[in-house]
C-alpha cells in the first residue's frame, strides 16, 4: 500500500495555492504534501475530484497500517438494511454545520438521516437512500487490525451525492465493534 502512494497516475491533476502559484501532481504522497502546503485545485470545478482523490489517497494509506488480527466479530458481517442502525452518527450525510452537530447528539447513522431505502450490490458495497433526497454509497475496501488490539476491523469508503443535485463528497473511515452484537464505533476518519 505505501507504495501505492508513490505511483504515477499516468496524469497530472493542477493545482493552485492561493499566492497563484501552480503545480501538478501526480501521484498521492505530491498530493499530500502539496494540499499540506496549501494548494488545492486550479479550477474550481475540479475540488470534487481533488477531494476525492485526497480521500482515495488517505484510504490506501490508512489501508497500510492494517496487520493480521487475533479475533473478529465482523467476519459474517455483511452490508444490509440494519448497518445504518449498527453504526455510529458519524457516517451521517453532513452538509452544514448545523447538521454536524446535530447528527453529534444521535447515536446512529439512521437516526441521523432516516435511511428509507437501501440497494445491495454485494456483501461489501450499497447504496443508502435518505429522507431528504440524499444517498451514500458504502463500500468496505479492506479488513484488518488497525489499531494493534488484536481485533479485526474494517475500512470503508462513503461517497456522498443528492438525486436532484451537484453535490457530493468522499469520506473515509475505520470501524471496529467489540462484540458481534455491538455497535460500531469509528476509530478513525477522514
Given at each position: 500500500m505505501q507504495l501505492r502512494n508513490s505511483l504515477?497516475?499516468?496524469?497530472?491533476?493542477?493545482?493552485?495555492?492561493?499566492?497563484g502559484d501552480t503545480k501538478s501532481v501526480s501521484n498521492c504522497k505530491d498530493l499530500a504534501t502539496a494540499n499540506s502546503a496549501g494548494f488545492t485545485a486550479a479550477k474550481a470545478y475540479e475540488y470534487g475530484v481533488f477531494k476525492a482523490y485526497l480521500?482515495?489517497?488517505?484510504?490506501?494509506?490508512?489501508?497500510?497500517?492494517?496487520t493480521a488480527s487475533k479475533r473478529s466479530f465482523i467476519s459474517k458481517f455483511k452490508l444490509d438494511d440494519n448497518f445504518p442502525n449498527l453504526t455510529p452518527s458519524a457516517l451521517?450525510?453532513?452538509?452544514?454545520?448545523?447538521?454536524?452537530?446535530?447528527?453529534?447528539?444521535?447515536?446512529?447513522?439512521?437516526?441521523?438521516?432516516?435511511?428509507?431505502?437501501t440497494h445491495v450490490s454485494s456483501e461489501v458495497r450499497a447504496e443508502y437512500f435518505d429522507a431528504t433526497d440524499g444517498f451514500q454509497v458504502i463500500t468496505i475496501v479492506a479488513k484488518g487490525d488497525y489499531n494493534?488490539?488484536?481485533?479485526?476491523?474494517?475500512?470503508?469508503?462513503?461517497?456522498?451525492?443528492?438525486?436532484?443535485?451537484?453535490?457530493?463528497?468522499?469520506h473515509g473511515y475505520v470501524l471496529?465493534?467489540?462484540?458481534e452484537q455491538s455497535l460500531?464505533?469509528?476509530?478513525a476518519e477522514w
Amino acid at each position: 500500500m505505501q507504495l501505492r502512494n508513490s505511483l504515477d497516475w499516468g496524469y497530472g491533476l493542477e493545482l493552485a495555492n492561493a499566492s497563484g502559484d501552480t503545480k501538478s501532481v501526480s501521484n498521492c504522497k505530491d498530493l499530500a504534501t502539496a494540499n499540506s502546503a496549501g494548494f488545492t485545485a486550479a479550477k474550481a470545478y475540479e475540488y470534487g475530484v481533488f477531494k476525492a482523490y485526497l480521500t482515495q489517497c488517505q484510504t490506501w494509506s490508512e489501508m497500510a497500517k492494517l496487520t493480521a488480527s487475533k479475533r473478529s466479530f465482523i467476519s459474517k458481517f455483511k452490508l444490509d438494511d440494519n448497518f445504518p442502525n449498527l453504526t455510529p452518527s458519524a457516517l451521517a450525510f453532513v452538509i452544514s454545520n448545523e447538521s454536524a452537530e446535530k447528527a453529534k447528539t444521535l447515536s446512529t447513522w439512521d437516526e441521523a438521516d432516516h435511511i428509507q431505502r437501501t440497494h445491495v450490490s454485494s456483501e461489501v458495497r450499497a447504496e443508502y437512500f435518505d429522507a431528504t433526497d440524499g444517498f451514500q454509497v458504502i463500500t468496505i475496501v479492506a479488513k484488518g487490525d488497525y489499531n494493534a488490539d488484536g481485533i479485526e476491523d474494517i475500512v470503508i469508503e462513503k461517497e456522498n451525492s443528492v438525486l436532484s443535485g451537484s453535490y457530493s463528497s468522499s469520506h473515509g473511515y475505520v470501524l471496529t465493534r467489540m462484540s458481534e452484537q455491538s455497535l460500531f464505533k469509528v476509530l478513525a476518519e477522514w
